[in-house]
Nanobody
């Protein structure tokens, strides 16, 4: 079992930046592929970004490519999502997730075993 706790959400104007953090409870954090997903009202949860166990590989959704950056610090058991040039359509609850079943990046919700409780990001236009 691993518990994930997100933080860093909030209200920001369009064009601004936020940095989300996700702290994991397990020292074996480095064994998990990590991902960020988001869910807007009345929409399905969608993939945002994922990073391999070592941090050497990343994949982004087309909608955030070039604006968002995923990173991880395995020594601190934490994954981050730096969000720049935010748009109103980025408004959603953001979730981090951990996958123990695969060696590299994953972009599907069913591939993840553990989820955080989510943090709200609201971008005003």
């Amino acid at each position: 079992q691993v518990q994930l706790v997100e933080s860093g959400g909030g209200l920001v104007q369009a064009g601004g930046s936020l940095r989300l953090s996700c702290a994991a409870s397990r020292r074996t954090f480095g064994m998990y592929v990590m991902g960020w997903f988001r869910q807007a009202p009345r929409k399905e949860r969608e993939f945002v970004a994922t990073m391999s166990r070592s941090g050497s590989s990343t994949v982004y959704a087309d909608s955030v490519q070039g604006r968002f950056t995923i990173s991880r610090d395995n020594a601190k058991n934490t994954v981050y999502l730096q969000m720049d040039s935010l748009k109103a359509e980025d408004t959603a609850v953001y979730y981090c997730a951990a996958s123990s079943s695969y060696p590299s990046t994953r972009r599907y919700t069913e591939d993840y075993d553990y989820w955080g409780q989510g943090t709200q990001v609201t971008v005003s236009s």
